[in-house]
Each structure stands twice: as structure tokens, then as C-alpha cells.
């Protein structure tokens, strides 16, 4: 065989590992990626949201959702046996949680239908991201 077959069949196999790593690359699934929670983007996200005539600003978003993400880390099983599905947009107990921890640092500077809204938008926000799951049924154990 002449080198000049050789060097094309070569090239052709290049060629051909090449597409095939293009074409891979273009079929994969947006889903393939991890979600990712980005606290800045969720402030943002809610600020706009929440509109112009809103008496809250970043600042004031970023300190509930903060206080939210600890309350679940609270809430946050230890094994996969004790899995409980958590609320999206706010639990009673989850609003009740950041308004004392609010309350204790800075005084009672936002109401609880307040923080429900910010907690509302924040739901916006992993949806937006496509960070839900499937609705549960609200009477199952």
C-alpha cells in the first residue's frame, strides 16, 4: 500500500473520531448538567420579581433567603431513611423560623407576609432553573 493511501485512510480516521466527538458533545441534554442554587442569581431573580415599588432592597432579599438556607440545613436529613419532602416557597415553619432570627438580630424589620413573598420568589426562581420535582400530594403520609 503507498504511504499516500496510508496517510489518507490516517486522515480519514481523524476525521472521523473527531466528528464523532463533535456529535457527542451536541446530542447531550441540557439535564446532563448539575443544577446549581446561586444565592446572587436567586437575590436577583426575586428583586425583579418582587418589582420596583417593593420596600426591599438586595440586601434585605439576600439576608432572608440566607436565614432560609440555614433553617434548611436544620431540616435536612441525615440518611436517606429519614428523607421528608420540603416545601417550595416557604413552609409555616420555615417563615415563623427566619422572622424570630430576623427579629433577634435587627428588630421586627419585615412582616411575615414579607418574607412569605421573598420565600414565593425564591420558588420562582428553582423553577426557572429547573430545579422542582413533581408536586406531592399534599395528603400522602
Do not use: C, N
Not at 446530542?27 to 446549581?36: H, Y
Not at 432572608?64 to 428523607?83: A, C, F, H, K, N
Not at 412569605?116 to 420562582?124: I, P, Q, R, T, Y
Amino acid at each position: 500500500m503507498s504511504p499516500l493511501i496510508v496517510g489518507a485512510l490516517l486522515v480519514a480516521v481523524l476525521l472521523a473520531i473527531a466528528a464523532a466527538m463533535v456529535w457527542q458533545e451536541a446530542v447531550k441534554r441540557p439535564g446532563d448538567q448539575a443544577l446549581t442554587y446561586v444565592l446572587e442569581d436567586a437575590v436577583r431573580f426575586v428583586h425583579g420579581q418582587l418589582g420596583a415599588d417593593s420596600e426591599l432592597s438586595e440586601d434585605d432579599i439576600r439576608r432572608i433567603l440566607e436565614w432560609e438556607v440555614i433553617y434548611l440545613q436544620g431540616v435536612t436529613p441525615r440518611s436517606d431513611r429519614d428523607l421528608q419532602p420540603v416545601r417550595v416557597g416557604g413552609s409555616e415553619d420555615a417563615v415563623q423560623f427566619i422572622s424570630r432570627q430576623l427579629t433577634r438580630r435587627t428588630g421586627p424589620r419585615y412582616s411575615h407576609d414579607t418574607i412569605a413573598a421573598v420565600l414565593e420568589g425564591e420558588a420562582g426562581y428553582l423553577a426557572s432553573i429547573g430545579a422542582l420535582g413533581q408536586p406531592l400530594d399534599e395528603e400522602a403520609p
